[in-house]
């Protein structure tokens, strides 16, 4: 009995600077290596040749989803999203000239395959200027492979070794599959048979409900927003000022019959997850 008090009494203030070591700085503070992968976001792994880190490791109070939406023009929302924790955005969506609309700071990135190449046009300014910035790469396996095939994913290898203090994750293949089977259950459609791709929205948001206890989301219309008679004409992005407006590029997306994005159905999803997490939309405000 003594020997057991013995072990207990040289365990707990063990026990003891363990669990402040958690609680002050996060499991990455206390754990090292394999022992990580529990706490790792699953489903978005490291590019790169290093061999640490391989798992995003990301956890936020709170978070700003600032979308790309026409919406933001004129907004002025930009100092209160450059408060908030965690600031995601989306592809190339830039922050220079628009900071009084849409802030500042980014935390993360979620960037499409095909906008990579815009990314990489500008390198300088997004992975070395921003080389704070986390960036999540999602697209479809002939572009993402990592066999040497995979054209979008050995340009985002070229920029990870020229920039090796960037941290650039892909979201892996079943990651995407998971998606597909979260569209199929919240709309009974399997989303290949009907032509469609998610959008990088729908993967922004399912990162932000992985990663951050509650989501504000910026510049995101409701899936009735353009059924309405006095809906605002915006374009599709708040930095492309001349180019189609956003309900009608929904309209088309929604629509056709191949390679469409379905931006009106996701909304829909979107404001079932706002009754079961902590999600507000504001620029325009929801009706939940």
């Not at 900071?99 to 990489?120: A, I, K, M």
């Not at 390198?123 to 960036?135: G, I, L, P, V, W």
């Not at 910026?218 to 006095?230: L, T």
Request: glycine share 8%; charged share 20%.
């Amino acid at each position: 009995m003594l020997r057991w008090l013995g072990l207990l009494s040289l365990s707990l203030p063990l026990l003891i600077w363990f669990w402040h070591v958690l609680t002050r700085d996060g499991p990455t503070a206390a754990l090292q290596g394999h022992e990580l992968q529990g706490y790792g976001l699953q489903g978005y792994r490291r590019i790169g040749p290093s061999k640490k880190d391989q798992f995003l490791y990301m956890h936020c109070s709170q978070c700003a989803l600032v979308s790309s939406s026409g919406q933001m023009i004129g907004a002025g929302a930009g100092e209160e999203i450059d408060k908030v924790p965690c600031v995601i955005r989306m592809n190339n969506a830039p922050t220079g000239g628009y900071e009084r609309d849409v802030g500042g700071r980014t935390s993360v990135r979620v960037v499409s395959h095909t906008s990579v190449p815009l990314l990489v046009k500008n390198d300088r300014q997004y992975f070395q200027q921003s080389a704070d910035t986390t960036y999540v790469f999602w697209g479809p396996e002939r572009n993402m492979r990592q066999d040497g095939k995979g054209r979008v994913f050995n340009s985002l290898l070229k920029m990870a070794a020229k920039y090796p203090k960037v941290k650039l994750y892909a979201v892996t293949r079943e990651k995407i599959q998971y998606c597909d089977s979260v569209f199929q259950n919240e709309t009974g459609k399997n989303r290949m048979k009907t032509g469609a791709f998610l959008s990088t929205g729908f993967f922004t948001m399912i990162l932000a409900l992985d990663m951050c206890d509650s989501i504000r989301v910026y510049g995101m219309i409701d899936n009735n927003y353009c059924s309405r008679a006095n809906h605002s004409t915006v374009p599709y992005h708040y930095y492309e000022r001349n180019r189609v407006d956003e309900c009608r590029m929904y309209k088309v997306h929604e629509n056709t019959q191949r390679g469409g994005h379905r931006f009106i159905t996701e909304k829909a999803i979107y404001a079932k997850w706002a009754a079961r997490h902590k999600m507000e939309f504001k620029h325009p405000s929801w009706s939940l």
